[in-house]
């Protein structure tokens, strides 16, 4: 079925402006000097333009190219296992087809319109980047004409959902950050000569602690290149780097009861990173307090008052909080479902939802937290819209949610916010204009066991790490369901203030709910990094919270015998 | 349900040879008894650059010690380790779109509780066949067909034999456990058919090569040839995507056994794909590509010689694109060479494993046939890794020591037409005690028997006008309008179970039809041949005086292996055809961008 396309014309000016009317706030760059972005611009004004005589409109269309180069090292008791240095260059595309406001792949789940992926050349090549693109447009298009067709069929046996989802419509803008590809491949360089080394000796000082049976180091150093060109007038590159490192350390108590943790430290650049000494002395530490754990008594059933203080304060915030606050409107399958959730707190906008004096900001514009380095800092989010500070909420009542394009009726425009093909936090900053130092809030917490007849309480200083990558926290569920959290560091305190640290814990029935009847917060925060396996970060910073009627459930020992023969590294 | 499709593909080598001139390898060659063909290192001697080797085969030595005085001790252990290097390189229309290099050290094994007689690997079937990994003869499974882990590739001797205590320890472990499981399933179920053994007795062998300190390097060399022969390829307008992709890999392994067995050796391979695809004006997706496996980046075609290939495959494309459709049809044909290759590889190589005469769930097409007639008198059929090219080709089954690290040995299958052997692992099948270093698998997968350089030779053969000749006289003969002569093909596959049909695929990606009047051939597209195999054998009626390889990866249940198929053009009186796949698919909706910023005329 033709259709008239009213749109063509304005789309391919649009098109054409690419090149002769660049936006505001530009660079002195010329995106004619950089031929991915030029063969970008002139495949998507051809097929925009041409497109349009076919069927469905082409309403919008975005193309966005990601050169990465990585470096990645892994080691255990010394050892190298592997050193890796690689690149790739990428094209995601995603169309808009159809009536804007029946666009189906907004109701399917589908945070994207039509897309489509290719590889493209190594070494930016303006034919070839143009062919690669036309041929991505072409398949995306025909898969989107064909799902709209088969959406009309469906609608006329379906209600439509009570909040359509709709892509919303940013100001064009350019931002061409200067890009020095030689320099980056000169930095890759060198974080392949430096990485294995930085492994084999984080690794190494695990190899005489006959306690830990699993170990092993882990380095990653990512660089991205990004290019931004859509139908809206955006024309973005915009560049990052980030290193990680992370020390992973197993040990097994006499019950069988394996224990284990996570040492991690991450950068913006390899100058960035910490000393070796330094890294060297943390793994040390965390090794001692490991074996120390072996022996230290399991963790009974309890419900009572619990502090979570030091890196277990923003560890809460971001497997409780943090996911809570994407703002994508859920397609109606899983709205009906909806007993994870699903974006309820777009309900409570203006509504009380965390104890009054509470704050929370995510701003993605930040490069320090005081004197606290972030890992949230991006120009433009994975949609080409600029990364925008956002109140989500102030003396506990909700201001605003986290938003990608795909926005919903009591938002209608993004906050730059798209992640990891979704939504993510950047900077997460959690913050309370009531809170308490650390020495009141442990009186509270003794307070409140005292008053419910308890011998002790909980204070937990860590939870298990695995959890806590940005990946987990942006897909782990919306609206803070409540969950089983396994702790790393947990300690029993008595009445008297005597403290003694117990293991196998695991808290149970922490949500968002449990927070907002918070007792009481602390006034520092502290301050956690989350990496991914894509090389993009996120910083959660939050004080202590002190929470009443907290689930504590044994974890029970057991598990593998540890193997029979001795060590050989041991071995007589 | 049992399900295994077993699959070659990745199209081979140079063509067409002159008839069976053997070279040998100029390594040691492989003799058929034990061997001592270098250094075997005493308890505490390393070997040169034998770190691995000598950690591996110490930690296997304080296992057998340290878990002899316990119930149920391992009786036999295997260790294994690679060292993989890959260099990989790909081309699209003129540009490098990817290169990757890439290092790992894994190690794989096999503990076996019980006695060789019985033993904790014993197949009594109830398990589900090959889709579960118990039923496979291996315990040290830590997951579906993988057994083992990473080592270091480092050549640091304690990390090494940490993780492979760790790897012996969890082995000894599931072992046991799995002993228990197959006495009680055999002690419910009515006595085996076939009553072999589970491990055939061998001699050790022990070779220690220098281990290989280099990696693939020269992939810069090739990839300025892999963007000029992708741009050549993309270079008609018709040509929807050209690829190109060059693979250099490098394997040093280290195998020892409580058996003695201690062995060092290096292989490397190289392999180069041409490949292209355009759509035909009724939409159907036509692909064609040329691979070049050797066994070495330097026997690898001069950039010349690829650049016609090149050349010649996009012209051969062009020419698919507009061929007529193929019918389905039944009727006499001519397989040349290499799709007769493929033809025996499918049809008969793979039901002559030894695993396949003993298995209940499996086919057995063969199990009871030795010393019949199971092809015509004049052909023979051999397997033999230990040939390192044939009629100048590089054969790609080649290799020294198989994966049981027992000698690669030839293998007489099928002699004059009477059925004289099976390809043999260390698993016995009745009447066969010992292994003929057929035992093969993947990294990670438990070793079966596979084939390796598979040869099919005829002892009355005719020239090609001749074959021609009688394929014109068998159509007459059967009043057919047309022949068919199926020239090239990408692959096949094959079905041995019992639950599905016993059924066979080659897939010919040049076909023509030959008329009955002797007019000139016509190019077809989108044919399939497919059959049965019993029938397909018996319809073979004379074989042609032209010989070729077709190289591979062959996909079973041990995972993929390089192998060679070899053979001569074969009639046969009948062949069915079975229409391919057609999408109907509308070419592009835009013209294709030219350089210039607009389309292309």
């Known amino acids: 079925m033709k259709r008239a396309c009213t749109l063509c014309a304005c789309l391919l000016a649009i098109g054409l402006a690419f090149r002769i009317a660049p936006g505001a706030g530009q660079d002195a760059t010329s995106s004619d000097d950089d031929p991915v972005l030029r063969a970008l611009a002139d495949e998507l004004t051809r097929s925009v333009t041409g497109l349009c005589k076919q069927g469905e409109p082409l309403r919008r269309a975005s193309y966005r190219a990601t050169q990465r180069w990585w470096v990645s090292a892994s080691a255990s008791l010394g050892a190298l296992y592997d050193s890796t240095v690689d690149r790739s260059h990428r094209l ?39 062919r690669l693109a036309w041929l991505a447009t072409d398949d995306a298009y025909r898969d989107g004409s064909r799902s709209i067709a088969e959406q009309r069929v469906q609608r006329r046996t379906q209600i439509e959902a009570s909040e359509p989802a709709t892509w919303s419509d940013e100001p064009a803008s350019t931002r061409l950050a200067p890009v020095s590809v030689p320099e980056i491949e000169a930095r890759t360089a060198r974080a392949n000569a430096q990485l294995p080394e930085l492994v084999r000796r984080l690794s190494r000082v695990l190899r005489e602690r006959a306690e830990i049976r699993q170990s092993g180091a882990v380095a990653g150093y990512h660089a991205l290149v990004r290019r931004f060109v859509t139908t809206d007038g955006m024309r973005i590159r915009d560049q990052s780097e980030m290193v990680r490192v992370e020390v992973e350390l197993e040990t097994q108590a006499t019950d069988g009861s394996v224990l284990g943790t996570t040492v991690t430290a991450m950068a913006r650049s390899l100058d960035g990173l910490a000393s070796v000494d330094a890294l060297e002395q943390k793994v040390k530490q965390s090794a001692d307090a490991l074996v120390e754990l072996r022996a230290a008594p399991v963790a009974e059933p309890y419900v009572g008052p619990v502090l979570f203080e030091q890196d277990a304060g923003p560890q809460l915030a971001a497997l409780v909080l943090a996911s809570a606050f994407d703002g994508t409107p859920l397609p109606p399958e899983l709205s009906r479902m909806s007993s994870a959730g699903g974006a309820v707190l777009a309900d409570q906008l203006g509504q009380r939802i965390l104890p009054k004096g509470m704050k929370i900001v995510d701003d993605p514009t930040l490069d320090k937290l005081d004197k606290q380095e972030l890992f949230g800092r991006y120009e433009v989010d994975d949609d080409g819209v600029v990364a925008q500070r956002v109140e989500l909420v102030n003396d506990g009542v909700l201001q605003g949610l986290l938003m990608s394009r795909r926005v919903r009726k009591q938002i209608a425009h993004s906050n730059g916010h798209a992640r990891l093909g979704g939504v993510a936090p950047s900077n997460f900053l959690v913050s309370s204009n009531a809170g308490h130092d650390d020495k009141t809030l442990r009186k509270e ?33 919306r609206m803070g369901r409540e969950r089983a959290l396994p702790v790393f560091e947990i300690w029993e305190i008595k009445l008297s203030g005597e403290m003694r640290r117990v293991r196998n814990a695991i808290v149970a029935g922490v949500g968002l709910s449990r927070l907002r009847s918070a007792l009481a917060v602390g006034r520092e925060a502290n301050v956690i990094a989350l990496g991914s396996s894509s090389g993009q970060g996120a910083s959660i910073a939050s004080p202590a919270w002190l929470l009443g009627d907290v689930e504590i459930r044994r974890l029970e020992p057991g598990g593998e015998k540890p193997p029979e023969l001795p060590n050989p590294l041991r071995a007589p | 349900m049992v399900r295994k499709a077993l699959v070659l593909a990745l199209v081979g080598c140079a063509a067409a040879a002159r008839p069976a001139i053997v070279t040998k390898a100029t390594q040691p060659p492989v003799a058929p008894q034990p061997v001592s063909q270098a250094l075997a290192p005493r308890a505490g001697q390393l070997a040169p650059n034998g770190a691995v080797l000598d950690a591996l085969t110490a930690e296997l030595d304080r296992a057998m010690k340290g878990f002899g005085g316990q119930e149920l001790p391992p009786y036999f252990i295997t260790l294994q380790a690679h060292d993989l290097r890959a260099v990989t390189i790909r081309a699209q229309h003129g540009k490098l779109i990817d290169r990757d290099e890439a290092r790992v050290r894994m190690m794989t094994g096999d503990v076996r509780v019980g006695n060789a007689e019985f033993d904790s690997t014993h197949d009594v079937g109830g398990y589900g066949g090959y889709d579960d990994f118990r039923a496979l003869p291996l315990v040290a499974s830590f997951g579906r067909g993988f057994r083992g882990g990473q080592l270091p590739i480092d050549d640091d001797a304690g990390a090494v034999r940490v993780k492979a205590w760790e790897f012996l320890d969890r082995a000894v472990r599931a072992a046991r456990q799995r002993y228990a499981e197959v006495k009680r399933e055999r002690d419910f179920k009515a006595s085996e058919e076939d009553p072999s053994g589970d491990l055939t007795q061998e001699k050790p062998a022990v070779l220690v090569a220098s281990q290989s300190e280099s990696a693939p390097q020269s992939a810069n060399r090739w990839a300025p040839a892999a963007e000029r022969l992708s741009s050549l390829l993309g270079s008609a307008p018709e040509v929807l995507s050209a690829d190109v992709m060059v693979r250099l890999m490098s394997d040093a392994r280290v195998l020892t056994t409580s058996e003695g067995t201690r062995l060092q050796t290096n292989t490397s391979s190289a392999s180069l794909a041409l490949s292209a695809e355009a759509l035909s004006d009724d939409g159907m997706r036509v692909r064609y590509v040329r691979t070049f496996q050797t066994r070495s980046e330097a026997s690898l075609p001069a950039v010349e010689q690829l650049e016609s290939e090149a050349r010649m495959l996009q012209s051969t494309l062009l020419e698919l694109r507009r061929a007529e459709l193929a019918e389905p049809y039944t009727g006499p044909a001519i397989l040349e060479s290499r799709a007769a290759a493929v033809f025996f590889h499918e049809v008969l190589g793979h039901r002559l494993e030894s695993q396949r005469q003993r298995r209940d769930d499996e086919g057995q097409t063969f199990a009871k046939k030795l010393g019949q007639q199971v092809l015509p008198s004049f052909l023979s059929l051999y397997d033999d890794p230990t040939l390192v090219s044939l009629g100048g080709t590089e054969l790609a089954g080649y290799y020294e020591y198989d994966d049981e690290g027992v000698p690669a040995q030839r293998a007489v299958l099928v002699d004059h037409g009477v059925l004289k052997a099976f390809l043999m692992g260390r698993k016995p099948t009745r009447g066969f005690n010992h292994s003929n270093g057929h035992g093969r698998g993947a990294f990670g997968m438990a070793p079966v028997a596979r084939q390796g350089n598979l040869v099919v030779e005829a002892s009355e053969r005719v020239p090609a006008s001749e074959l021609r000749k009688l394929l014109l006289e068998e159509v007459r003969r059967q009043g057919k309008p047309y022949g068919l002569r199926i020239a090239e093909v990408d692959g096949g596959f094959t079905l041995t179970g019992r639950e599905m049909p016993q059924a066979f695929k080659v897939r010919p990606v040049l076909v023509y039809r030959v008329p009955a009047d002797g007019g000139p051939d016509v190019l077809l597209r989108g044919a399939d041949v497919v059959g049965t195999p019993l029938v397909g054998l018996s319809k073979i009626l004379a074989a042609g005086d032209d010989f070729a390889t077709f190289n591979g990866v062959c996909g079973a249940e041990s995972g993929p292996v390089p192998v060679s198929a070899s053979s001569p053009s074969l009639l046969l009186g009948q062949v069915e055809i079975q229409l391919k796949e057609h999408e109907r698919e509308k070419p592009p909706l835009l013209a294709a961008p030219n350089a210039a910023g607009g389309s292309a005329p």
Do not use: C, M, N, W
Not at chain 1, 97 to 106: F, H, M, N, V
Not at chain 1, 453 to 471: N, T
């Open chain 1, 445 to 477: 917490l003794l307070s409140e066991a005292r008053k419910r007849g308890l011998s002790h309480a909980y204070i937990v200083r860590q939870f298990v790490s695995d959890r806590l990558g940005l990946e987990a926290i942006a897909r782990s569920g």
């Open chain 1, 92 to 130: 995601d595309l995603d169309l808009r087809l159809g009536d804007p406001k029946q666009d189906p792949t907004l109701e399917s789940g589908d945070l994207g319109g039509y897309r489509g992926s290719e590889e493209l050349p190594l070494e930016p090549d303006y034919a070839l980047v143009r």
